[in-house]
C-alpha cells in the first residue's frame, strides 16, 4: 500500500507570494492533518479535516488554509509568504479519524521563502 | 491544557547497550501517547502508541515504551541498540477527553548510536 505523498518536496518562493501544497493520503484513510516544523518552534498542528471538514484549526493566522477533497485528497494554501514560513510542512493521514489512532507521515515539502 | 517534555536534547548510546528516551506529559483527562522517530529529510514514523491496558507497550523495530501514570511518564527503551537507530525521536499525546484531534509533540530527542 503506498504510503502517504506529498508533492513537491522542494519549494522556493519570495515573500509575498503565495503557495500551494498538495496531499495524498494512504488509500481508505479519510483523515488527513497538516503540520509545520521548524527548528525554533518543533511540530506545531495547522489544521485537520475529516470527509471534507475542517475538524480542527492550530493557531495560525488567517494567511494559512487548506481544504480536502472528495477523494480525501488535501492541499494547504500559504498566502502572502513571509521568511517566517520557511519550514518542513507535514501531512499525515489517518483510517478513521479517532484520537486512538496514529498518524501516518509523508515524507514532507520543505518550502523556503527567500 | 495538554503537554510533553522531552528532558534531553540528546541521548548517546554505545551499539548494543540499552537505551531510554525520556517523555513526560501532562493532560487534563486520559493521556493517548505515542512515539515517533525521524530521519533525516524524511516525515515521522509511527513506533508505538498507548491508549490503556498494559503499561508496557511493544512497537517496531524492537521498541518498547514503559507507561507510568503515577509519573506521568512514557519512556522509550530498546534493550539493545543499534547504529541505525540514530535518529530524532518525537513523543508526542493526545488528552482524550478534552482537546480535539491535535496531536501535541515534545521538542524531540536526538539519539546517537555509536559503533
Known amino acids: 500500500k503506498a504510503g502517504v505523498t506529498q508533492t513537491p518536496r522542494y519549494l522556493i518562493k519570495t515573500r509575498g507570494q503565495q503557495v500551494t501544497l498538495s496531499c495524498s493520503p494512504i488509500s481508505g484513510h479519510r483523515s488527513v492533518s497538516w503540520y509545520q516544523q521548524t527548528p525554533g518552534q518543533g511540530l506545531q498542528f495547522l489544521f485537520e479535516y475529516f470527509s471534507e471538514t475542517q475538524r480542527n484549526k492550530g493557531n495560525f493566522p488567517g494567511r494559512f488554509s487548506g481544504r480536502q477533497f472528495s477523494n480525501s485528497r488535501s492541499e494547504m494554501n500559504v498566502s502572502t509568504l513571509e521568511l517566517g514560513d520557511s519550514a518542513l510542512y507535514l501531512c499525515?493521514?489517518?483510517?478513521?479519524?479517532?484520537?486512538?489512532?496514529?498518524?501516518?507521515f509523508g515524507n514532507g515539502t520543505r518550502l523556503t521563502v527567500t | 491544557a495538554q503537554s510533553v517534555a522531552q528532558p534531553e536534547d540528546q541521548v548517546n548510546v554505545a551499539e548494543g547497550n540499552p537505551l531510554t528516551v525520556k517523555c513526560t506529559y501532562s493532560v487534563s483527562g486520559n493521556p493517548y501517547l505515542f512515539w515517533y522517530v525521524q530521519y533525516p529529510n524524511r516525515g515521522l514514523q509511527f513506533l508505538l502508541k498507548y491508549i490503556t491496558g498494559d503499561n508496557l507497550v511493544k512497537g517496531s523495530y524492537g521498541f518498547e515504551a514503559e507507561f507510568n501514570k503515577s509519573q506521568t511518564s512514557f519512556h522509550l527503551k530498546k534493550p539493545s541498540a543499534l547504529v541505525s537507530d540514530s535518529a530524532l525521536y518525537f513523543c508526542?499525546?493526545?488528552?482524550?477527553?478534552?482537546?480535539?484531534?491535535?496531536?501535541?509533540f515534545g521538542k524531540g530527542t536526538s539519539l546517537l548510536v555509536t559503533p
Open positions: 508526542a499525546v493526545r488528552d482524550g477527553v478534552n482537546s480535539g484531534y491535535a496531536l501535541n
Open positions: 499525515a493521514s489517518s483510517f478513521s479519524g479517532a484520537q486512538i489512532d496514529p498518524l501516518h
